[in-house]
């Protein structure tokens, strides 16, 4: 009874993943340039999510600080949490400064705390990268065109984290590849 529906679970998964390639390849590959003028002009990226996505900017944050897959330097980069005594725009209002990136990563689209820091980072005249799914509700409205939405195909949270997930990895090997160049196989 329960391996049919569990195996549902990775169909319905891959189907997602092989749709939202061709879809999202051109907004990523937008995302990773931006990214890359960011870390190229000494500004640095700050990165929030909500539900979900609060575990993903953890997890992209620390790559990029970090490291991905292979040694480099570490890239100016940090995660905002709305639990750590300060609200998410009191964070962007102290440490945010123009040329930076706020990574916004909405899982369900309707994060009233994200929408109001991409408002103060918009306000630093910062660049938005916004990840959400297929319901991008409110933040239609607040996008400028020097901003990068990548919307996830899909209406179920636990399938939009999923790829959101992979679209943060897309981005830190675009990254890489533009500090480092091709990695050699071994």
Do not use: Y
């Not at 891959?14 to 907004?27: E, V």
């Not at 297929?134 to 933040?139: L, R, S």
């Not at 939009?160 to 990895?169: C, D, F, N, P, R």
Request: aromatic letters at 4%; proline letters at 5%.
């Amino acid at each position: 009874m329960l391996e049919p529906r569990i195996q549902q679970q990775f169909f319905e998964a891959a189907d997602l993943q092989n749709q939202a390639a061709s879809i999202l390849a051109r907004p990523v590959a937008q995302a990773a340039e931006v990214l890359w003028g960011c870390f190229t002009n000494g500004a640095k990226v700050m990165v929030a999510g909500s539900d979900a996505g609060g575990a993903l900017a953890s997890v992209i944050g620390a790559a990029f600080a970090g490291r991905f897959e292979r040694a480099r330097p570490p890239l100016p980069a940090m995660t905002l949490r709305d639990d750590a005594g300060a609200t998410l725009v009191q964070q962007i209002l102290a440490l945010g400064q123009p040329g930076d990136v706020f990574l916004a990563l909405d899982t369900g689209g309707r994060s009233e705390p994200l929408r109001q820091a991409a408002e103060a980072a918009h306000n630093k005249d910062m660049t938005l990268i916004v990840l959400t799914g297929a319901d991008i509700g409110p933040w239609r409205q607040m996008l400028l065109d020097t901003d990068v939405h990548i919307a996830v195909p899909h209406e179920r949270a636990a399938r939009v984290a999923e790829t959101q997930l992979l679209v943060l990895h897309s981005l830190c090997d675009a990254v890489d590849l533009q500090l480092m160049g091709e990695q050699e196989s071994l």
